[in-house]
């Protein structure tokens, strides 16, 4: 079985440039998941999708960052100007179903680089 | 709020040796879950062990196990007989009503062969 997939693993950017990152979850999973961990800072909890419907965006940090999940199946999520304090790693994870104790299959994340 | 708070940045042990990391965290819910994910240099976040609130028995999985504390909301981790693949970073993660985990600042675990 795949598992989650994230392309790019790395990408180095200059400030005000747009970045796409991608992720591709287990098939059949309907809930997908971004976190990001910024440099020495904790991981935060970015977006929920369930299918190609957003149940909960409210970790997104501005208007800069768009998800989207076309046909429920990969996502993508762009940072568009790009800025320094978007640095860190992006995770994607996902699982089947949706309760508190579910298990989550992560990728093995994005290195975003602004400089 | 609920808060995850890992005071341990980093932690050291000898092989075959146990190790114990702390997690506490803080929450006026009830119903919720914690975990533990490990993040070896690969990135990839592995669940290690997961512990229902309502739950009074701690979880074990193998050479994992857990001392989960509700009254002193404290959630830490046993790592017996460790190996030198249990060296990685290990995050305590908490999930409560709003499906969102809840993360911890980590704590990187070294094994000395």
């Known amino acids: 079985e795949a598992g989650v997939t994230q392309f790019p693993s790395h990408s180095v950017i200059e400030k005000g440039q747009t970045v796409t990152l991608r992720c591709d979850p287990i098939s059949g999973h309907d809930n997908l998941y971004w976190y990001r961990r910024v440099m020495g800072k904790e991981i935060k909890f970015l977006l929920h999708f369930v299918k190609e419907s957003k149940q909960d965006e409210s970790g997104m940090p501005n208007n800069r960052f768009l998800a989207e999940r076309t046909g429920g199946t990969y996502s993508t999520l762009k940072v568009q100007p790009a800025e320094l304090e978007d640095s860190g790693v992006y995770f994607c994870?996902?699982?089947?179903?949706?309760?508190?104790?579910?298990?989550?299959?992560f990728g093995s994340g994005t290195q975003l680089s602004v400089l | 709020a609920q808060t995850v708070t890992q005071s341990q940045p980093e932690m050291s042990v000898q092989e075959a040796e146990t190790v114990t990391l702390s997690c506490t965290y803080d929450?006026?819910?009830?119903?919720?879950?914690l975990f533990w994910y490990k993040q070896p240099p690969s990135r990839q976040m592995i669940l290690v062990i997961r512990?229902?609130?309502?739950k009074q028995q701690n979880a074990t999985e193998n050479r994992f196990s857990v001392n989960f504390q509700k009254a002193a909301k404290s959630f830490s981790l046993k790592i017996s007989d460790s190996q030198l693949g249990d060296a990685a970073m290990y995050f305590c993660?908490?999930?409560?009503?709003?499906?969102?985990?809840?993360w911890g600042a980590g704590t990187k675990l070294i094994i000395k062969p």
């Open positions: 994870a996902s699982s089947q179903g949706l309760q508190r104790g579910e298990k989550l299959f």
């Open positions: 929450t006026s819910e009830s119903d919720y879950y």
């Open positions: 512990q229902e609130a309502y």
């Open positions: 993660a908490y999930a409560g009503s709003n499906y969102q985990l809840i």
